[in-house]
Every structure is written in structure tokens, then in C-alpha cells.
């Protein structure tokens, strides 16, 4: 995808999400592969569709190949994991 689509899609450039990736990756991965898990890229991109266009669950899970109710839990773990970031980026004010 090119990078105008990417971010029309996501709200975020390519470097930006891959930065994101590295600092929540080990939260989102799965410890085996036996239920065809989502790699975590894909994890983060599905949340970061819902943020930007806010989209119903069932039409994400369409557009990412996944089942509604796992969107769901997609959107629920990867939110959390991304607060968890907000004591390296709050200012101390």
C-alpha cells in the first residue's frame, strides 16, 4: 500500500506505527500459532482502522479477515497496551 492510502486508512504514517509495533509488540503476541492467531501488526493496524474511521466491529472484521467478536478483543488489548505507553509520553506538568 502506498503510503497516502496507509494513512488515509490508519491516521498514522508507516514509521510511525512501526515505532508503536516495537514498543507494544511482546503484549500482543500469541505463544503459538495452533488457532491461526493475528500477528500483532495486524492487531495494531485493526485498532488503529477502528480509531480512525470508527467502524462497526463486523465491517472491520471484513475488512481485516477476522471475526467480529475477535476485533473486539483485538481492539480491547491493543487499547490497553497503548495506555500502558502513557507514562513515557505524559508531560509532567
Known sequence: MDDLSFFRRFRMTKPIVLTVLEQ????????NDLNNSVSPINQLLTTLRFYA???HQFSLGDFMGVHPSTV???ISKVSAAVANLRPYYASST
Open 24 to 31: 507494544i509488540e511482546e503484549n500482543l503476541e500469541v505463544e
Open 53 to 55: 474511521c470508527d467502524e
Open 72 to 74: 473486539s478483543r483485538i
